[in-house]
């Protein structure tokens, strides 16, 4: 199959990543939310994506020409009724999803390949309720999908492996490097990395070892990252952290109190990440980004 219409699930931070740079690729693309609320915040995300590929690839009239390439519906039927491809971004809640592919399988054209963008759950999980188990695999991207251009495939065991292969094209074509997973595995090779450096980060800062900012520098300092654990979740977005932990939280109590004080300290008082404005930093200008802050 040749794709033509890309469908996007869920309009958050990555959501409207993956959007923009499959329009920015020639893709027309539909944005689906679950309300006008959401959207209007949405076409506030696409539209400061314009500037943001304008200047990081020096092509303000693709910029533009990407921007008018999505649409947006708050209907899931209007949303997929065109799709070649639907991608999942919608929360990481478990029981979300399996609502919001339920209601998918009987919305979706039978050609449109159904694809998860779940950071820590299997499609096995959800396969049974798309209606099409064979067409069902997972898509992953990292954030900031322009520059941190991976894009991790990974099939259930039902999964007909042609699908695998069209989306291995798929991520080619939008400027992605495409990382073939060989079997399941929760988190992919990128979270199953990533997510227990920032539980451990996590854990420290709940149980009073350190506050964020030594954690940080100690990380940078020590192996020459450019951004701590902390300045990493402000990134991905407090409110993914925060479902990522309340979720593992059931099988591993010891994260609970990380959960909790996410809620009280940062849920609870909108401090959502770097999207809006303040999380463990404060944006535009954070402080680990001062030429000072891994200075003694």
Same mark, same amino acid.
């Given at each position: 199959m040749?794709?033509q219409?890309?469908t996007v ?9 993956? /959007? ?6 020639g893709?027309q =693309?539909?944005v689906?939310?679950?309300? +006008?609320? /959401?959207? =209007? ?10 500037d943001? $590929?304008?200047?990081? @690839? ?8 990407a921007?008018? %390439?999505?649409t ?19 929360p990481?809640?478990? +029981? ?14 039978? !050609?449109?390949?159904f694809?998860?963008?779940?950071s820590?759950?299997?499609p096995?999980? @959800?396969a049974?309720?798309?209606g ?7 898509l ?11 894009a991790e495939?990974?099939?259930h065991?039902?999964t ?6 069209q989306?291995?094209?798929?991520a %080619?074509?939008i400027?992605?490097?495409p990382?073939?997973?060989l079997?399941?595995?929760?988190? $992919?090779i ?10 451990a980060?996590?854990?420290l800062?709940? !149980?009073g ?5 030594t954690?940080d ?7 020459g990252a450019?951004?701590g654990? @902390? ?5 991905v977005?407090?409110e ?7 979720t593992s ?8 109190p990380? /959960?909790?004080r996410?809620?009280?300290? @940062?849920?609870?008082?909108g401090?959502?990440g770097?999207?809006s404005? +303040?999380?463990y ?5 954070? /402080? ?6 891994l200075?003694?």
């Open positions: 040749e794709f219409h890309i699930a869920g309009s958050g931070v990555l959501g409207s990543q993956i /959007a923009f740079q499959s329009a920015f690729h893709f =693309v539909s689906y939310d679950i309300n +006008e609320t /959401a959207i =209007v915040k949405a076409k506030e995300r696409l539209l400061k994506l314009q943001v $590929y304008a200047d990081y @690839f020096k092509d303000e009239e693709n910029a533009k020409a921007l008018s %390439r999505i947006y519906s708050t209907s899931l039927q209007e949303a997929v009724k065109d799709a070649d491809l639907l991608i999942e971004a919608i990481e809640l478990t +029981e979300i999803k399996i609502s919001f592919y339920q209601e998918l399988a009987s919305v979706a054209p039978q !050609k449109t390949i694809a998860t963008n779940s820590t759950l299997l096995s999980q @959800f049974e309720y798309t099409r188990p064979e067409k069902f695999l997972a992953h991207f990292a954030n900031e999908v322009w520059k941190n251009n991976t495939i990974m099939g065991s039902g007909d492996e042609q699908y695998v292969d989306l291995v094209e798929f %080619r074509e400027g992605m490097v990382l073939r997973i079997k399941e595995q929760p988190g $992919y990128l979270n199953s990395l990533l997510v227990p450096l920032l539980n980060a996590q854990g800062w709940a !149980k070892v350190a506050d964020p900012e954690i520098k100690t990380w940078m300092l020590a192996t450019p951004m654990p @902390f300045a990493i979740l402000d990134v977005g407090i993914t952290a925060y479902n990522i932990v309340s939280a059931k099988a591993h109590p010891e994260l609970q990380i /959960a909790d996410l809620k009280k300290e @940062f849920i609870d008082q401090k959502l770097k999207g404005g +303040e999380g930093y404060k944006y535009p200008n954070p /402080a680990y980004l001062d030429p000072n802050f200075k003694a």
